[in-house]
């Protein structure tokens, strides 16, 4: 077979791109500010049976491409066993060429297994063994791995009525990274979905210890649980939203509205908007007064295959990117937050490509020198998260606003191996402003340029979240 393509040049195709990344970033620690780690498997310094486990099962990617290739839901969420599942994923690897699946599957295999090889069927057998005979080792936990890959800062996204009991372990045990909850309480907006809405309304209720009848005491349930989330080391919200809501007000007859309907559990709410638009607005105001990091994750249409979500559920490979109008709305909540001095700094990801421009030159217009960077352009996000969309996200960012002030790349994962994609976005960057140093677009002077760099891989970051 042909030289193993994965070398320590991996995407640094010039001179000054190689220097940047191995002089100056290669080494420096990760601060990963939004995932979806369980915390009960770092709490409980989780070891894993075998490769399929910690790699294969919940990850959608995969799922996706190996559906694509024809593989059957036998193979891949069915009742196949871990060994003929990852066998089957081996067998079909070399078909994803260009998917950024290729590129992190084997960074994946190398930088934690030490695996210089391509995966495929006939190498399959023996990659699995000796993975797994690693996965076995205490060097392999769950703890392990994450200080393997120097990783400083986990920011895990948790439900408003989480118990934080494994935060609290893992804080009390004096874990050497920091793993901080991220408060997420998209299900308290979803009003238009009666079961979800009403089950989290119960949830938040017993959680917080408020009987909730009614926006009042909705409002004190979620304050309660900001502060809870707060003395627990929490510093970061998060929203996943097809698009931000247009109204931001909340009449006395919705008010009365919604109190009758919270008492019945019947019918549906008249205005689904207004009730999302306010209650969003509200809790950004509690962020603010917390010094929070805000993040809105916009674009996507999830669980597409409606007989498929039956079958498998959510967040198992349908979703695809969506094409909502963003900038109006965006602009008159960021303006509304605003207007009171009340706008907290702020992360926005785009899923949409031809949003990139939208939301970066977005920006500015909130950016309002009492804090470096404070609205952040997010990294490239789920469909964007590989070398072209990264590139256009950087691009963009350059283009309409300083990339010298961007805070970098998360994982965005629920794997323990997803850790090399920092390693990924680090290259593509070096590779970007070294070619452009090369070219004479950029200064021919490597401290100056791998000072920039070596912010956006690192140092921004820690700034921004005062780590």
């Known amino acids: 077979m042909s030289s193993y393509f994965l070398t320590e040049d991996f995407l640094l195709q010039g001179k000054m791109a190689k220097r940047l990344y191995h002089d100056f970033v290669k080494g420096l620690p990760i601060i990963d500010y939004h995932c979806h780690l369980p915390p009960d498997e770092i709490a409980a310094n989780k070891q894993f049976a075998n490769l399929t486990e910690i790699w294969l099962k919940g990850d959608h990617y995969k799922w996706r491409a190996l559906r694509t290739l024809g593989v059957g839901e036998e193979m891949i969420t069915g009742k196949a066993s871990d060994e003929q599942k990852f066998m089957e994923w081996a067998k079909q690897v070399p078909q994803t060429v260009r998917n950024p699946l290729f590129h992190w599957t084997h960074m994946e295999l190398k930088n934690v297994f030490g695996i210089n090889e391509y995966l495929n069927e006939a190498s399959g057998p023996e990659i699995y063994t000796t993975c797994n005979e690693l996965l076995g080792r205490p060097s392999y936990t769950t703890r392990s791995i994450l200080k393997s890959f120097s990783v400083e800062y986990i920011g895990t996204t948790d439900e408003p009525w989480d118990s934080l009991a494994y935060h609290q372990q893992i804080a009390a045990e004096k874990f050497s990274i920091r793993v901080s909850p991220s408060f997420r309480p998209d299900k308290i907006l979803q009003i238009d979905n009666p079961k979800t809405f009403f089950a989290s309304i119960d949830l938040l209720s017993k959680s917080s210890g408020v009987a909730i009848k009614d926006i009042p005491s909705l409002l004190e349930a979620i304050q309660n649980r900001v502060d809870f989330f707060h003395e627990n080391g929490c510093r970061v919200s998060d929203h996943g939203l097809q698009y931000m809501p247009p109204d931001f007000s909340f009449s006395q007859q919705l008010e009365t509205e919604f109190a009758s309907f919270l008492s019945s559990k ?49 967040d198992s490979g349908f979703d695809s990117i969506g094409d909502f109008p963003q900038a109006l709305q965006l602009s008159l909540f960021l303006d509304y937050l605003d207007q009171t001095d009340q706008l907290t700094k702020t992360i926005i990801y785009n899923i949409n490509p031809s949003d990139n421009e939208v939301f970066a030159s977005m920006l500015g217009n909130f950016n309002d020198g009492s804090i470096r960077g404070k609205i952040q352009f997010g990294s490239g996000w789920w469909f964007l998260d590989q070398k072209d969309g990264m590139e256009k996200q950087l691009n963009a960012l350059s283009n309409m606003g300083l990339i010298s002030t961007f805070i970098g790349m998360i994982t965005d994962s629920r794997s323990f191996l997803s850790f090399p994609r920092h390693e990924y976005f680090r290259r593509i960057l070096c590779n970007l402003i070294g070619d452009e140093m090369e070219k004479g677009l950029l200064p021919n002077d490597e401290k100056w340029m791998g000072e920039i760099v070596r912010n956006i891989a690192y140092f921004n970051a820690k700034e921004y979240f005062g780590i």
């Open 266 to 314: 019947k019918g549906s709410f008249s205005n689904p908007t207004a009730f999302m638009g306010y209650m969003l607005v509200q809790l950004c105001k509690m962020y603010h007064a917390k010094k929070w990091v805000q993040q809105f994750h916009l674009g996507p249409i999830r669980n597409n295959n409606t007989r498929l979500k039956m079958k498998l559920g959510s």
